[in-house]
């Protein structure tokens, strides 16, 4: 086999491919010919830009991997690293998490003590107001007292 670099092919490759690209291409029309040539540097030409492609991967993939290990072994520091202050952001988020809980209930307790006082002030109104009804009652029922003797 001949080295490919060179734009040397194996010629049973190349037989194969014309013989391939001959028999799809039927021979009933004028330009058969230039239609099976056209196909088969086709074919060649991408054959050729594939094996390009693959020798330049094989010579790069040092390159490569050392590029994605250092990357990974990099995202896996800085991973590390960040444990102490994802845990101290842990722990803010719980401390205001609480702190707001506790304050929700010192709300809700001061809420409550309010409307307690609240209750009991329009409860004492209430007294205060039925009380002044029975005097007025009374002082009403004493003038009558005294006007009809």
Do not use: C, H
Not at 17 to 26: D, E, L, Y
């Amino acid at each position: 086999m001949s080295d490919y670099n060179n734009n040397d092919y194996d010629e049973n490759a190349a037989r194969f491919a014309g013989n391939t690209v001959g028999q799809a291409v039927q021979p009933t029309t004028e330009g058969t010919y230039d239609r099976a040539d056209n196909a088969f540097n086709n074919e060649e030409q991408s054959l050729g830009n594939s094996f390009r492609r693959d020798e330049q991967s094989v010579e790069d993939a040092p390159e490569t991997l050392a590029r994605d290990t250092k990357q990974g072994f990099d995202n896996t520091v800085d991973s590390v690293e960040n444990i102490p202050s994802d845990i101290g952001g842990g722990l803010r988020g719980a401390a205001n998490w609480i702190g707001d809980k506790i304050g929700g209930v010192q709300n809700e307790g001061r809420r409550a003590e309010n409307d307690v006082q609240d209750e009991y002030r329009g409860a004492e109104q209430n007294v205060d107001q039925f009380g002044q009804g029975v005097q007025d009652k009374y002082d009403e029922g004493r003038q009558d007292v005294d006007r009809f003797g």
